[in-house]
């Protein structure tokens, strides 16, 4: 019965199909920045202080992956994607995609900090490994007319729709978890639409439909409107795997909401929608309009590779909710999304006291992720590394602005310089006794230690570095800002 369900939820995917799915995410994953097939050009631009590699590479022993070798891997997956939009060599082509994708994905995951658009891609892309069609395809083709071998045969669980219905559980898992975060992390900000106002003005400058983003910024019931009715369709996402009238509507209420955040957010999820293809029945829709429906290829729903594809279904499905449980935000899963504070205003949000540095500390090592909030824009920081001037009556500076307008090079992203900062908080404070987070002078802790390592980088990108005389990891508290890390500008001397 299971088995049945995970090869029979959905149709199969036809030729016609998979040749524009593949080709589409291809024009779309060369085009879209940061997707993994930039993630050469992103690791030449992050510097290596700031790269945290994902527990999959580090378990591997990769700590760092220079640019000339990603772009061999880059070439290499873009060659094996055309082949399977071709159809050509099914599943090898397709199973090549996505590995190579999956490496370019983890290795662009250590650079970025948050970037969660091209997960669906990469879902889409592992469920694929799963599926062969040899109508409009090479394989099919050569079988016709020549002696060429078909690696999967014709009545192959391969043919069934095992692959759909894998990326139907990964995807509207992605948006119920979107929605039991903004309840865990934001549930007040998100119930009265503050928070959505508040990232709403954070994101008007990058508003693609400015008319929209004022509108909604002056109407706050329209804010709430739309915060209980984002909630309401990434809550009821779930309802598209077990319900196929509900289906349709709820991938469309998916798609809809991804278009208002393109017309007045910066995020732009056209990787995700373009994945949202694979989710349409799509005979019976050719059915609706033409009368006729499509025949489709008779396969066998028992034998060990079906049994082996539900298996792997429902090994997905535990790991999901294990993610969702724990809020793990280990490669290749997410369960934490941005935007899902409940920030109403950037002056209102709740500073630590400094005697409850070291026990959040604890908590956000262990996975509590309110325990030390973690900012999605620039104004939520609650940590952040400052430039001390030589001259006393001079204003600190913090680093990554101040690099912005001043400096040649930022050398890392800003989420995943907001990203490491936190973690460096959180790590340099547990390293302390709990009542002292302040620097120490007498030993080296690891904020101390970082900023050495950020030192030179510093001076070598601001041309006007000797105006500062020290790096400083300052952490906000109610009673002010606590330092807990310093590192001399003239004396580091730390390689890079």
Known sequence: MITHWWLHQLPPVSGVLRAVLYAGLLVLCMNQQPTPLFAPKIMAKTESAFYTPVLALRVLGIRWVRPAVLVVVRNLTIVAWIAATAGLLQPVAGILTFLGFAFLHAVNAGALGANHSSHAALYTLFAMCFSVSYDFSLDGLLADHTAWPLLVARDSAFTSGFAPCLLLVALAYTLFAAGVAKLRFGRQGWFDGTALNF???????AARWLWLSRLMISKPWLCRLAAWGTLVVELGAVAAIFSWQLRMPMVLAWIAMHIVILWVMFPAYYIQMWCYLLLFDW??????????????????????????????????????????????????????????????????????????????????????????????????????????????????????????????????????????????????????????????????????????????????????????????????????????????????????
């Open 283 to 496: 005979p019976w829709l050719i059915e609706q309009v033409t009368g006729d429906r499509p025949a489709t290829h008779v396969f066998t729903s028992d034998g060990p590779v079906a049994t082996t594809m539900a298996v792997v279904g429902c090994a997905l499905t535990a790991a999901l909710l294990y993610v969702l449980v724990v809020s793990s935000e280990q490669w290749p899963f997410t369960s934490v999304p941005m935007y899902s504070n409940g920030t109403a205003e950037a002056d209102l949000i709740p500073l630590p006291g400094r005697a409850e540095l070291h026990e959040r500390a604890t908590r956000a090592a262990h996975g509590r992720h309110t325990a030390w909030g973690r900012a999605w824009v620039d104004e939520e920081y609650l940590e952040d590394i400052w430039a001390r001037p030589v001259d006393p009556d001079a204003e600190p500076q913090r680093m990554f602005h101040l690099l912005m307008e001043e400096g040649t090079s930022t050398f890392v992203r800003w989420s995943q310089y907001a990203k490491v900062v936190r973690e460096l908080a959180i790590e340099d404070v547990l390293a302390k006794p709990p009542n002292s987070p302040e620097h120490a002078e007498d030993q080296v802790y690891p904020a101390a230690a970082f900023l050495r390592q950020v030192a030179p980088l510093f001076r070598a990108a601001l041309p006007t570095w000797e105006k500062y005389e020290a790096l400083e990891l300052v952490c906000r508290t109610s009673c002010g800002g606590v330092l807990i890390g310093r590192a001399e500008l003239a004396e580091s001397r730390v390689a890079r």
């Open 199 to 205: 990232y709403l003005r954070i994101s008007q400058p």
